[in-house]
Structure formats: C-alpha cells, structure tokens
C-alpha cells in the first residue's frame, strides 16, 4: 500500500513551480509579522476558492493510520486533491522521501505550489522515546521537559515531520480514562508551566529553524473531563471548572505562541468543540487573540453527524467552519462542501479567508516558502536517527521515577547485594516500557529492566512468575490479560524464599493506557495481585517496581509492601534510569502529577476539590457529611507525593505583605538527611471567602533544587494577582481581596502553614 501508491506518481511530475520565493527569517519582531501579512494578502489574492478550501484539509497518510482507518481505495483520489492543491496538509506520513516525494508533487504540479505542513503525533520522542508524559510530569523539571520535547524535535524535524500534535494540555482527574498518560495530570497550574515548556521544546526560538515544528495544544477543550472516564464519552462540566481548571493551560500556550490548537472528539455541554463557536471563535481567537490555526481532530467534523449536531457531513462541513475549525483532519467535510457553502451563503467568504490567513502564516514561519523540503535533508536524517540523544531521555527519565515507600530503607540497594530475586514479565520486557504513543519508534527497542540491573548486579534470579498478557500485543486489537495462569508462580515463589531481597516488577501494558484505553479497573491486571500477595507470604522484603500509564490502586500494597518505586513507562532508557535509581546512582526527585485512589470508586479524585458545606462530622456518630461509608476520603497518595534516599525538613514560614502586590512568601528548607537530593518545594493557597468558592487549596508556585547534606536553602515565593484572582462565573478574572491561607511544603498535604490578607 505505502509504495503502491508512490510508484503510481514516480515519472509524472512536470514543472510548474508558481510558488512564491519570497525569503523570510522568523522572529517575532512587529516587521516581520508585517511582512509575513502583505506576503499571506499578496497569496490569498491569487487563490481561487477552491484552493483556498484547499488549505484547510488535511488528509491522513496511507499507511499509518491514528484513527478509524479510512476505507480502501482514496489513494488516487487523494493524489489528484495534491495535484490541485487541494490539500493543506498531511498526517502520518515521514521519512525525507516519503515527505520529499508528497511535497514534489504539490510544489511542481499545484497552480500555486503551497508546501504541505506534515503532521505527526509526536508525543513523547520520535524514534528515541522520553518517558509518557505523565510520567516527565513527576519531574516538575521544566528544564528538563523542555530539552526532552527538544530533542523529539530534532529527530522528528530530521524524518521529515514540520507539526507534531503535542502537547496535550488537558487537565485529567480520573485514572479510568486511558488518555491520562498523555498529559500532566490533575494541576492547572502545573499543566500550564509543563504545556509551556513543551511548546518552547518544539518550537524552539526561531520557527524558521531546521529543528524547529510547530507544536499542536489540544483537546479543545475539556475532553479530559469524560464522564467516567470513558473515551470519548460527554462533558459537562460548570462553569467555574472551565474557566479555572480547563482552560487555563490552553490559554498559557496561546500566550507563548503555540501555533496550533487541536479541538476535541467531545461535547461540552452539548455542542461539540469541532462546531463550538463559543470555545473557538470567542474564547480562542477572539478574547485570547490566537493567531495560529485550530485543527480538528481525526475527523472530528464528520462525527458531529453521530453526535445529533449536524444531519450530514455537508451541515457538519458549514457548522465547523463557521464556529472556527480552520483545517479538517480526513473527514472530506471541507474538501467536499466548502465551496459549495460559501456559494450558497452559507458560509461567509470572509471567514475562509480568516482561516487559510491562518494557514499560510504558519506556513512562511517555518519558511517553507523559502524552502519546501526544509526537513527533507536525508543526510541529516541518517545521521539523527542514527545519533539517538539517549541522554537526554536518559535524564528526563530518571527524573521521572517516584519513590512512594521506602519504609525500612531497602533503597537504595547496595551495589554487591546477594541473594535477590527479581519477579514480574515485565522485568524482561523491552516493548511494554516504551510506552502508548511510539509511531517513530522500533518496537521493543527500550532497554528493560534486566538489562539496566545487570549492569549493576547479577546476584540474581529472574522468574516471570506469570505473563502479563496473552496472545499479540499489537497497538490496534485489544489486549487479553493474563487472567487465570497461574502456572509459574511456584518457581517465583521459590526463589523469592531464597533470596535476601525480592524486587517485583508489576503493573500495566503501555496498551492499556493511551487513546481508546479506559479501564474500569484501576488495580494491578491479571494475575498480579495475586501473585504478589503469594510472593509476600514467603518473604516481605519485597521492592514492588510499578510501571504504568495511569495512576493505579494498589491499597493493599501501600499497606504491605515495603517499598514501592512509581516508573511509570520511562521510554528508551528504562531499565537504566531504574537501575540508577535502584542502586542510588541517581537519587529519586519526582512527585506525583497525579493523585492515586485507594479505589476506583473514589475517582474522580483530585486534591484542589471544594470543602462543600459539610466536610466533617459534627459529633463522633454524625452521618449526614461528605464520606464513604466504605471508603476514606482521603487519596492513597496525593498530588505533588514523593521520597527522597534524604529527607527534608521545612522551616520557618514568613509571610511579608509590605508590598501587598508582591506578596513574598518565604522558607527554609534544610536537607536532614545524608544524601545529596532534590526536593520540590511546592506552594498552596486558599482564599477563605470569596464570591466563587475556592478550592481547599490551589498549587501557585513550585521549585526544584539540590541540596547537600546539611545544607539549607531560603526559597522565595511571590504572590501577585497573577496568583490570587481567579476566573468568575462569567469568565472575568477577578482579584478579590480577603484572607488567605499559604501552604508551603513537601507535597500537596504536608506543610507548613500561614495566613494573609490580600487588600
Ligand atoms: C486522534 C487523537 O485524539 C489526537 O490526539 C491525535 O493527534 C489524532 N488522532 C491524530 O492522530
């Protein structure tokens, strides 16, 4: 399929090259955009208007398909929309010749020649793969975020790639939906830093750049609130949740130039985001000034059918062009009626030419115009692909890793510990750690678990104690766990009552997790749990190695295990950040992103929730308050949690309002232990009373350093009206003065705490 249709176009392309050769070097400099306009005037006057709903389809591949797979046969119907040019741009197709021939194609056969932007979801790496980004979020390393959205960039732009659909900046507090992997889990104040700095990542400083592409903020907007859970399941969140949970990183990406906005599959309450005016034209381009363009997502016009919102794909095709959804991604909705619709008067003129505006400017960003195969330098591809930066993923990685317990200090191992038994399939799997979302990569490609110990150690004995799953693990079928075999666990057994210490590695398939992966089950899969209650019976110095795209249950764990190392799926590099970590070659520094249930039935559980009016009982028997009957409250381990091989100790808070528009909150932070660490000092408000109730307690402020043993650090937080206002019920952000409660502390439930008026 994939060549069959190259070898149909190779030998037909003459030369009619009419593009543009206008030279431009991005910056953001007010000249620039000027001149970027006259030359998107000077292009849109010569478009018919065919081709100006040209630019606004975006077709899939032939061969990789990130949706539904599209029927057979749309090849060569394909081809002649290229030629025409009648396509805008391309997903899931890479490779510098791959790109070079589809961009030939349009630049030598199209009237006017307008480069194809080629799309990718490039999520966490391309070939050399970062840990999930749940995962990177635990670093609350922004740095090292950013470098690790560098690096996917600079492999991603050398394959051909100018747009990667990243980063998903949807905020997420349910661990049923599978899609929690892809993003930063449940902070909008954390989430909005992270999704910044991936988009400078991406982006780079100059759009023009050869590494440089174009980052893609989505879902717009708030399809990390499906009900449930479920995978595309409805929305309907208040309004205070939108402004203030929601909205918020997708609005700090549009301030720091993301230059797309992918909508989203979901309604919001009721209207879908791909026809949602309200969302894309008030909100997005109006109020917040984007000027970048809004994608759909995969044929997230045509579902609008399913949805009840439009009676075919033709209404679909005028409702989301007239609510702002500038490029359709492969559902034939624009390409097929656009035209027609603004001949009818059903759509305005004005707002294609709004759109394909849009278009074009990112185009000249990227200097396509310039050069059309900007990112078609095979030399440069071989030597990247090649040159894998494992560093990097190496770094984030490790940074990523979360020490949950470590009650009596099993961690870190000694280097020439005896006697150990290693347990769990995933301990020798090097496909599974890669993680959902890897279109780039070779298939078992990360180094496992084994591969990284034995470079410390070998005093072992491995068992599997039991497969994880059964049959293929492909990315499209779903997968069969494991449910019944129990077949090899007395081999783990015995070996766990041979050894000193025992390490378990359990926990998810990457394929659980990720688009199109809910779970109503949010423990250890299959077998697992019984597996590690029968190791635990033979020997309780047991160290339990999690890898999982999703924040799991695991009360009677937490409860038994002594030790217990959240990974996540680290990527490339897994085996050896864990065994750095597992030996103390790198001390553990990441913090939960995410708060993990004690049971799926809490979910969703969040830590920045409202009091409600009755928090506590009144007496010892009292029964009418917010409470499980079976069930705490309270999470099993909550948002911003992890150890440290030190410890930190907090001291004195000092609070100074002199400037009450700079507040300066203050702390000593001492490391008390004897090891050098990294700690992540973390900032909470809470505003007592205001006109829209505050949650029990909001992240404003964050650091991450290193501190020797013994040795101290004052960190200075400031508290501006950037921190204290919020959003009302009308979208106005408003500061209201009153009282104010500051935590400051390890994690989002342990601090030291104070109080102020705000005037
Ligand atoms: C559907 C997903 O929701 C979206 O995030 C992704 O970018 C597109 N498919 C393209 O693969």
Redo the contacts with the bound molecule.
């Keep these: 399929m994939k060549n069959s249709f190259f070898i149909s176009v190779r030998g037909m392309l003459s030369v009619t090259f009419v593009c543009i050769t206008v030279s431009f070097s991005f910056s953001q400099q007010k000249s620039a955009v000027d001149s970027i306009d006259i030359k998107v005037e000077a292009l849109l006057q010569k478009m018919t208007l065919e081709e100006k709903v040209g630019q606004m389809n975006q077709y899939n591949g032939f061969w990789n398909v990130?949706?539904p797979a599209p029927k057979g046969g749309d090849a060569k119907l394909k081809y002649e929309h290229l030629k025409k040019g009648l396509v805008g741009s391309v997903?899931n197709v890479e490779g510098t010749t791959n790109v070079r021939k589809l961009q030939e194609i349009v630049v030598n056969q199209s009237r006017l020649g307008i480069p194809l932007l080629f799309g990718l979801?490039v999520i966490h790496g391309h070939k050399t793969l970062s840990p999930i980004p749940l995962g990177e979020s635990a670093s609350w390393d922004l740095d090292a975020i950013e470098q690790s959205a560098r690096a996917a960039a600079t492999e991603a732009s050398a394959v051909g790639i100018c747009w990667t659909?990243a980063p998903?900046v949807d905020i997420s507090r349910d661990a049923r939906w599978g899609r929690v992997m892809e993003g930063a889990g449940e902070d909008p104040y954390l989430g909005s830093k992270i999704g910044i700095a991936r988009v400078h990542g991406f982006q780079g400083n100059n759009l023009a750049a050869p590494t440089s592409i174009i980052a893609c903020a989505?879902?717009f907007a708030g399809y990390g609130f499906v009900e449930a859970g479920r995978e595309y399941n409805t929305v309907d969140v208040g309004t205070s949740t939108l402004y203030n949970i929601i909205l918020p990183p997708f609005k700090a990406v549009v301030d720091n130039h993301v230059r797309t906005v992918?909508n989203a599959?979901n309604v919001l309450n009721g209207v879908p985001s791909t026809g949602n005016k309200f969302l894309q034209r008030d909100i997005l381009k109006n109020k917040w000034g984007f000027d970048g363009f809004v994608i759909s997502?995969?044929a997230s016009g045509a579902e609008m059918v399913e949805h009840g919102f439009a009676k075919d794909l033709k209404q679909a095709a005028e409702i989301a062009a007239n609510a702002g959804s500038d490029m359709d991604m492969q559902s034939y909705a624009y390409v097929t009626y656009l035209k027609q619709l603004v001949e009818e008067g059903k759509v305005d003129i004005k707002l294609v030419d709004d759109a394909v505006r849009r278009v074009l400017r990112v185009k000249f960003e990227l200097g396509l115009f310039d050069n059309p195969y900007k990112y078609c330098d095979t030399k440069r591809e071989q030597e990247t692909i090649n040159h894998p930066d494992t560093k990097t993923a190496l770094d984030i990685a490790r940074k990523s890793i979360v020490l949950l317990k470590n009650e009596s200090s099993l961690l870190p191992l000694p280097k020439n510990q005896k006697n150990i038994a290693i347990i769990g399939s995933l301990a020798n799997d090097k496909n599974s750690p890669l993680g959902s979302w890897r279109i780039g990569s070779d298939d078992s490609s990360a180094v496992s678990f084994l591969e990284g110990f034995n470079k410390y150690n070998t005093n072992y004995k491995y068992a599997k104690g039991a497969d994880l799953t059964v049959g293929k693990t492909t990315f499209i079928r779903e997968l069969q766990m494991n449910e019944t075999d129990t077949s090899e666990f007395a081999q783990a057994i015995q070996f766990a009552k041979q050894s000193d210490v025992v390490i378990m590695v359990l926990g998810e398939h990457s394929f659980q997790s990720g688009?199109g992966r809910s779970r109503t089950k949010i423990g250890l899969p299959g077998v697992q749990q019984q597996l590690l209650e029968a190791v635990y019976r033979v020997n309780k110095n047991i160290i339990l190695v999690l890898m999982n795209g999703r924040p799991l249950a695991i009360p009677w764990a937490a409860e038994h295990i002594p030790t217990i190392l959240e990974t996540w799926q680290l990527g490339t590099e897994t085996g050896d950040a864990i065994a750095q970590v597992l030996f103390g070659t790198y001390n553990p520094s990441g913090k939960l992103p995410m708060t993990f249930p004690r049971s799926v039935g809490q979910c969703p559980i969040y830590y920045n929730h409202y009091n409600t009016g009755r928090p506590r009982p009144k007496s010892k028997d009292e029964v009418f308050f917010s409470h499980y009957t079976d069930e705490s409250v309270n999470p099993l381990y909550p948002f911003g949690y992890g150890l440290s091989y030190t410890t930190f100790q907090y001291s004195n808070l000092i609070i100074d309002t002199t400037d009450n528009k700079n507040i300066k909150v203050r702390v000593t932070v001492t490391n008390t232990g004897t090891r050098v660490g990294e700690e992540v000092a973390q900032l909470y408000i809470h505003q007592r009373v205001a006109s829209v109730v505050r949650p029990v307690k909001e992240l404003k402020g964050f650091e991450k350093f290193s501190l020797q043993p013994k040795a101290s650090k004052v960190v200075t937080f400031t508290l501006t009206d950037k921190e204290l206002g919020f959003y009302n019920n009308d979208g106005n952000y408003v500061v209201e003065p009153g009282d104010f409660e500051v935590m400051v502390g390890t994690n989002s439930q342990e601090g030291l705490v104070g109080s102020f008026t705000k005037r």
């Design positions: 990130t949706g997903l979801d659909f998903m989505k879902h992918m599959f997502d995969w688009e």
